[in-house]
C-alpha cells in the first residue's frame, strides 16, 4: 500500500452527522496497525466495532489476523472482514446482560481497533435509549458516542489485548469524561497518545480536534508512554509517524490532578506549568456561574434597547477582550417568564444585576471582559469577586499564560464551560503586579480596545506575570508562540 491519504467518498443518501461516519487516512490505519503488531506480534483476532468501509483493518487482514467488523450501516461489499450489520452498543449490551454489572466481558480478540462515531448527545440515537443507556453506563456518562465506543472496548477486552483508536479528543480534558479516563488509567496500560492536526478531516468537511491512543488491557503492562502534540499539519504528522519522532513519559507526568478524583491527560506540559496547579483555583477563591438559557432568543432578546426590553444581556465576548459590548437587551420580566416558561431558564438570580468579569464561551480565543452593573448574563462563564479583584483578575484571564492553559490543556474544544474556567490556577501575585495589571485592563476597558489593539496590552501583562514567574525564556517563547498560532496549535 502507498502512504498517500486514502479518501472515502461518503454516499451522500445517509446522514454523515447522524452517523458520525468519516474515513480514516491510510497513513493512520498503517501506523496504528504496525504498533499494534509491535505490542503483540502473536495475536490472532481483531474486532472493529464501527468498521465503515474497512479502511482501519485491511493492514490486519494483510498481516493475517481473523477480522470481525460491526457497523450499523453496511457501507460497502466487505472483503476484508465477517461483517455483521449491528449498532455495537447493542452487541455490548447483549453481552453485558449475561453477566452481572461489575463482571467484564473478556471476549476472545487479541486487538481492538476503531474509529468511532464523532457525534454527541444530541443525536437521536441517544435521546431516544436514554434511559437504556444510563443503566448500561453508568458513571461513564452517555455525553457522545465515541466516548461509549471507547468505554465499551475496554470493558470486552480481555487481559493482555491491543484497544487503539483515533477519537475525538476532548475526552482528555473534558469534566464530564473524568469517569472514562479513571476506566482508561485503572484498567489500563497507556502505549501512546498522540494528538492529531486541525485539518485531519477537513477534506471531509470536519473540524473536528482528534488523537491517537494505543492502550493494552491490564496495568501490568504499562511502559514509557510515547507522546504528541498536535502537530501545525497532516502531512507533519504523517512525516513523524513515520519517523516515530515522539517524546516518552512516564504516567504521572501526562496526569494534571485538578481536585478529589479529577485529573486531566495533558501532553508535553513542562514542569512550570504543571506546579503553577499547585496554587488554588479560581472557584476556590471566586465565583464562577452561568446564568440565562432563553430556550428562544429571538423571542426573549432584542438586539437595540426599546420598551420591555431594556436590560443589557451579555453571553459571549468571543475574541474580544476588556470591553465588549452588550450582545442585546432582555426582556424586563425575565424573572416571571423563568417561572412560566419550562425552558428559559435563570440560574444564580441573587448574581444577576452585580458587576463581575464575563468570558468567552465558543470559539479558539479565550477573552474576559468587564461586566457593568445592572447587566444580565447567559450560560457562558461569569466570574463574580470583590471590586478590588476585579481589574487584575481580568488582566491575568487575558494573558497568554492564561490562553496556553485553557486552550493548550484544560480544554480541547470550541466550547469553553465555566467548569474548565474555574479550574484556571490563581498564580500568587505581589500587590504592585495587581495594581499595574489592574491599571492595564481599567484603562483598556475605558478605551474599548478592539482585538488588534489589545495585542499591546496583553505583551505587558505577559511581562509582568513572567517577572513574577521567573520562566526560563523558552517558556515564555513557547507561551507566546501557543497563544499567537491557536489555530494551528489548538
Known amino acids: 500500500m502507498g502512504r498517500n491519504e486514502k479518501i472515502v467518498v461518503f ?55 481473523k477480522i470481525d467488523g460491526i457497523d450499523v450501516h453496511n457501507h460497502c461489499n466487505h472483503k476484508y472482514c465477517n461483517f455483521i450489520q449491528n449498532d455495537f452498543i447493542s452487541f455490548y449490551k447483549e453481552k453485558k446482560c449475561d453477566l452481572l454489572m461489575d463482571q467484564k466481558i473478556n471476549l476472545s480478540y487479541d486487538y481492538y481497533i476503531a474509529n468511532p462515531p464523532y457525534n454527541c448527545h444530541e443525536i437521536d440515537y441517544i435521546k431516544d435509549n436514554k434511559k ?8 461513564i456518562g452517555v455525553h457522545n458516542m465515541y466516548s461509549m465506543f471507547i468505554s465499551s472496548m475496554i470493558d470486552c477486552a480481555k487481559e493482555g489485548s491491543i484497544i487503539a483508536f483515533i477519537s475525538a479528543d476532548s475526552f482528555m480534558t473534558s469534566r464530564m469524561h473524568n469517569p472514562l479516563r479513571k476506566q482508561i488509567i485503572d484498567e489500563c496500560a497507556i502505549h501512546y497518545i498522540l494528538l492529531c492536526p486541525t485539518d485531519l478531516f477537513w477534506d471531509q468537511k470536519a473540524d473536528v480536534r482528534t488523537c491517537i491512543m494505543i492502550l ?14 498536535r502537530p501545525k499539519n497532516k502531512d507533519l504528522l504523517d512525516l513523524l509517524l513515520h519517523k516515530e519522532d515522539f517524546n516518552e513519559s512516564n504516567l504521572e507526568s501526562i496526569l494534571n490532578y485538578s481536585g478529589k478524583d479529577q485529573f486531566e491527560f495533558v501532553i508535553d506540559m513542562p514542569i512550570e506549568i504543571k506546579n503553577l496547579f499547585e496554587n488554588k483555583r479560581i472557584s476556590d477563591l471566586f465565583k464562577c456561574l452561568t446564568g440565562i438559557s432563553t430556550g428562544n432568543d429571538s423571542k426573549y432578546i432584542s438586539k437595540t434597547k426599546k420598551n420591555g426590553f431594556e436590560i443589557p444581556f451579555y453571553k459571549n465576548p468571543g475574541n474580544k477582550k476588556f470591553y465588549c459590548e452588550n450582545n442585546g437587551f432582555i426582556a424586563n420580566n425575565y424573572l416571571e417568564i423563568d417561572k412560566k416558561i419550562k425552558n428559559f431558564m435563570v440560574r444564580n438570580k441573587s448574581y444577576m444585576l452585580k458587576e463581575g468579569i464575563t468570558c468567552s464561551s465558543m470559539g479558539l480565543t479565550f477573552g474576559a471582559c468587564y461586566l457593568p452593573k445592572n447587566s444580565t448574563f447567559g ?47 490563581i498564580i500568587p501575585l505581589s500587590e504592585i503586579s495587581k ?15 478592539t482585538p488588534k489593539d489589545s ?6 501583562i505577559d511581562k509582568i506575570l513572567f517577572e513574577e514567574l521567573k520562566f526560563s525564556k523558552k517558556i515564555e517563547t513557547d507561551i507566546k508562540h501557543f497563544s499567537s498560532n491557536l489555530q494551528a496549535t489548538v
Not at 495594581?435 to 480596545?449: C, D, I, N, P, Q
Open 11 to 65: 454516499d451522500e443518501e445517509y446522514d454523515r452527522r447522524e452517523l458520525g461516519y468519516y474515513s480514516t487516512p491510510t497513513f493512520i490505519s498503517t501506523f496504528i496497525t504496525k504498533k499494534m503488531l509491535e505490542i503483540n506480534p502473536n495475536g490472532k483476532s481483531a474486532l472493529d466495532p464501527c468498521v465503515g468501509k474497512g479502511e482501519m483493518i485491511f493492514n490486519l487482514y494483510k498481516s493475517g489476523i
Open 132 to 139: 437504556k443507556l444510563n443503566s448500561l453506563f453508568g458513571k
Open 216 to 229: 493494552q488491557k491490564g496495568k501490568k503492562f504499562q511502559q514509557k508512554i510515547k507522546t504528541l502534540n
Open 379 to 425: 450560560v457562558n462563564s461569569n466570574i463574580f469577586c470583590s471590586k478590588k479583584d476585579i481589574w487584575w483578575l481580568i488582566a491575568y484571564l487575558n494573558s497568554s499564560l492564561v490562553t496556553y492553559i485553557v486552550r493548550g490543556l484544560l480544554i480541547r474544544s470550541n466550547m469553553i464551560t465555566s467548569g474548565y474556567v474555574s479550574k484556571i490556577p
Open 435 to 449: 495594581r499595574k495589571l489592574s491599571e492595564l485592563a481599567s484603562t483598556s476597558y475605558k478605551k474599548k480596545v
Open 455 to 460: 495585542i499591546l496590552i496583553i505583551n505587558k
